[in-house]
């Protein structure tokens, strides 16, 4: 399938928002439309995984030890704690879809948003992506679309929100290329398709 060539074109894209948002499904469903022209990375985590979760597909589920031995060893373009876990973006993982040749799409939360950003200012960056960030119509809709998954305890549903509070107050304060509101999953995936292929 032949895609509008343009100089943002191959710039990788950073896709975040709040947990519970839609972001996993979008992401999904971008790669299913455009499997030549887009590819994920796979984050390293310790959390545990959910039912239907594939080791070095869905993460690379590791332990806080290994984790932390990767921190050493400089192993991570960016990572981050979110919700008593740790996250991390390999720079094996961009290497491996870089090499691919499509462009890299990036599902990753605020920290790593700000260290990426940070990294953005180095002279050196390796890495120049565009940010977009998913947010939900309302905090009532999150609540309702985190229950509704059914995989997070109290605790862990209170966690998330408090952590979308943030990410929604950081979102406004314009650091994003793009704010997609997922009101309705076709029309975000339609927004967020024209925003990656530069239609808009
Ligand atoms: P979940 O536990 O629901 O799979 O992911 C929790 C949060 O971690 C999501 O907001 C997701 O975007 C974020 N996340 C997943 N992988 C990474 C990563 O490699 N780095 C960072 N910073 N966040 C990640």
Redesign the pocket.
């Known amino acids: 399938m032949s895609q509008p060539a343009s100089a943002s074109r191959r710039r990788p894209v950073v896709i ?4 519970g948002v839609g ?2 499904t979008l992401c999904q469903k971008l790669l299913e439309a455009h499997p030549e022209a887009l590819s994920t ?1 796979v ?3 310790t ?1 545990k995984p ?1 039912p239907g979760e594939v080791e070095g597909e ?2 690379y589920f590791v332990s806080k030890e290994k984790f932390e031995s990767l921190v050493a060893s400089r192993s991570f373009v ?3 704690a ?2 008593d ?1 740790f ?3 390999s720079k094996q993982t961009i290497i491996d879809q870089t090499t691919k040749g499509s462009t890299i799409i ?8 700000k ?1 990426l950003k940070q990294e953005l200012s180095k002279k050196n960056s390796q890495i120049n992506p565009r940010f977009v960030f998913i947010k939900p119509p309302s905090l009532e809709t999150l609540e309702v679309r985190l229950r509704g998954r059914g995989t997070e305890d109290e605790g862990s549903i209170q966690r998330r929100l408090a952590q979308a509070r943030a990410e929604i107050a950081y979102a406004e304060s314009g650091v994003h290329d793009r704010i997609i509101v997922n009101q309705d999953v076709e029309e975000a995936f339609k927004q967020l398709e024209d925003f990656i292929f530069d239609k808009t």
């Open positions: 975040s928002g709040p947990s972001k996993g990375t984050s390293h985590t959390r959910r869905t993460y960016e990572y981050a979110f919700n876990n996250y991390g973006t990036l599902d990753i939360e605020m920290e790593g948003v260290q």
